[in-house]
């Protein structure tokens, strides 16, 4: 049996494919995370109380505290683009 490479087997005059178009990223991507039920109520509960809010909110403010203790800019605001 002869050693080839897959090149070799293939066709080593095919051209190569053409490299895939570049998709534009979104204006924004989703994450989620995972907490117990009873935690999700005290939390949706917390950002009503304290405010007309969202969880949304209340993450991003949590998140802003996590990267502004590491000197880091903030999140921008999901609908600024």
Wanted: glycine share 8%.
């Amino acid at each position: 049996m002869s050693k080839t490479s897959l090149k070799d087997f293939l066709g080593a005059g095919v051209e190569e494919a053409p490299a895939k178009e570049e998709k534009p990223l979104p204006d924004y991507v989703c994450i989620k995370i995972k907490v117990h039920p009873d935690d999700h109520r005290r939390l949706s509960d917390l950002a009503k109380a304290e405010r007309p809010s969202s969880l949304q909110d209340l993450g991003t403010e949590g998140f802003n505290r996590v990267l502004a203790e590491r000197g880091l800019p903030p999140l921008r605001r999901y609908n600024e683009g």
